[in-house]
């Protein structure tokens, strides 16, 4: 009888010290875990806001009879020495008028839009109707053909697939380094806002450097 409790006293042992090892193991694991030092990160500094101590801020509120003269002058000059010629009426919304090639001719576009601030200051023109003389075509492949054919700049870009015209008016590249955005517009009550930050050096002013 003892001959055949010997092998199972062998194997219980055996298998306590495999229980206990495994044990020690997921123990030493969790200690390791919990103490081993935590690589330092680094905190990243907090962004400054642009020009907030370089420049300052005006809100500058206009009409839409001096608005339209202005891009209508910008307009002019930007087609001078090309072929084309388009102006914009502002009404109770945005009208764009002008023309596109067709057939070895052209044939007058009429747009309205809808003038929409975004919070960064530019602006999108949302499509509200839009006609390319008696020619019956989808908007989007009227305003396909706008793309195509009508000199914007750089940072006016036309998306016909939306429906919009976007005019990021913050990315305008002004001779005197002001920086322009628009702060609000509203056509029907004639109530249009931009704001103007003017950086301290452009007017040769140099700040200490605690204040930059």
Sequence with gaps: ??????PKNRNWRQLFFILLTCNLLIFGVLITL????????KELAEPKEENSQKSSEFIIRTT??????LVNAYLDEMLKNTNHQYS?????????????PAFSTTVPLSVHLEPIVQDNG??????RSISIGLLQLPNQKIMEYMKKYLPTPEWVVINPKDEE???AVTEMDIRSNFHVSVEHIDLGANNLAFKLKVPYETLGIDLPPELE
């Design 122 to 127: 530019d602006v999108v023109l949302k499509q």
């Design 34 to 41: 919990i103490f081993w030092p935590v690589k330092e990160v």
């Design 88 to 100: 914009i009426v502002l009404e109770d919304d945005v009208h764009l008028l002008g023309e596109l």
């Design 1 to 6: 009888m003892a001959e055949n409790k010997q």
């Design 165 to 167: 015209i976007y005019v």
């Design 64 to 69: 839409k009879k001096n608005l339209n003269e």
